[in-house]
């Protein structure tokens, strides 16, 4: 029994030894986001990968200035009060190109008016 063991005692202790002998790879980021992309893909093989970085700082950024953009007109709007001026209403209502791009969206879309 024990010269059954001693041949995996002796494997399994050279395992441990190139265990802790193996020298250390210095990665860098650029390594792991391609090691990790490479992973991602082969986990997925049918799913596009995700954007890049670049793409995703560009939206955030457009989310952030159209967020502020939005909140500065509402508070514009509040400010100077919600009723509409008689006379651009009136432009608007009485102007014929308005209404017939109304009546052409309605159109497209498939509504009824």
């Known amino acids: 029994m024990t010269d059954k063991k001693h ?3 002796k494997v399994e202790q050279a395992l441990i030894q190139a265990h802790r002998t193996r020298p250390q790879v210095e990665t860098d980021a650029d390594w792991t986001r391609r090691v990790m992309t490479r992973v991602q893909r082969e986990r997925h093989p049918g799913r596009p990968t995700a954007p890049p970085d670049l793409t995703l700082r560009l939206v955030w950024r457009f989310a952030k200035v ?10 514009f709007a509040l400010q100077t ?3 509409p001026d008689p006379l651009a209403l009136h432009m608007f209502i009485s ?3 308005i209404l017939q791009t109304l009546y052409l969206f309605v159109y497209v879309s498939g509504a009824m008016l």
Not at 69 to 75: D, G, I, N, W, Y
Request: net charge negative; charged share 15%; with cysteine.
């Open 7 to 9: 041949p995996v005692d």
């Open 66 to 75: 159209a967020c502020t953009f939005a909140f500065v007109l509402v508070f």
């Open 81 to 83: 009060g919600l009723e």
């Open 95 to 97: 102007d014929p190109l």
